[in-house]
């Protein structure tokens, strides 16, 4: 569920609260688990992902990388929806944000159907900015 937590932190976590719940919990909210102590090896050993010991290994601390604690680009930025963004009225258009989605009609290429799908989520992020 976590590939890139170390195992042996989500089993030294598990050990220590006892529920899958708080655990999981914890690596949503921080993005990462405390390494174990070294002690804590010496009762359960270190195993790789093929379920091999892996003695040789120094234990691996996970600290969050500049991309991680990066925040991630608005729905705006994502969509370079900024130039759309100045020409939408201040006052919210209720007519408009009931058509946000809109039906689409089914277009006879891809293509076609690609561009009117890129509309119709724009008009969505712009709708749910207002």
Same mark, same amino acid.
């Given at each position: 569920?976590?590939?890139?937590?170390?195992?042996?932190?989500?089993?030294?976590?598990?050990?220590?609260?006892?529920?899958?719940?708080?655990?999981?919990?914890?690596?949503?909210?921080?993005?990462?688990?405390?390494?174990?102590?070294?002690?804590?090896?010496?009762?359960?050993?270190?195993?790789?992902?093929?379920?091999?010991?892996? &003695?040789?290994? &120094?234990?691996?601390?996970?600290?969050?990388?500049?991309?991680?604690?990066?925040?991630?680009?608005?729905?705006?930025?994502?969509?370079?929806?900024?130039?759309?963004?100045?020409?939408?009225?201040?006052?919210?258009?209720?007519?408009?944000?009931?058509?946000?989605?809109?039906?689409?009609?089914?277009?006879?290429?891809?293509?076609?159907?690609?561009?009117?799908?890129?509309?119709?989520?724009? &008009?969505?992020?712009?709708?749910?900015? &207002?």
């Amino acid at each position: 569920m976590f590939p890139d937590i170390p195992t042996d932190n989500i089993r030294f976590d598990l050990l220590r609260t006892g529920s899958v719940e708080l655990t999981s919990n914890k690596i949503l909210e921080r993005g990462f688990l405390e390494p174990p102590p070294p002690a804590y090896f010496t009762l359960y050993p270190r195993h790789d992902a093929h379920g091999t010991n892996a &003695q040789h290994r &120094q234990p691996t601390t996970h600290t969050p990388s500049p991309s991680t604690t990066a925040r991630p680009p608005s729905l705006i930025q994502r969509y370079r929806l900024e130039k759309n963004l100045a020409e939408t009225p201040d006052i919210p258009d209720t007519e408009a944000l009931a058509d946000a989605g809109g039906k689409a009609k089914w277009e006879d290429t891809a293509e076609k159907r690609e561009v009117s799908l890129r509309e119709r989520k724009a &008009q969505m992020v712009l709708a749910a900015r &207002q």
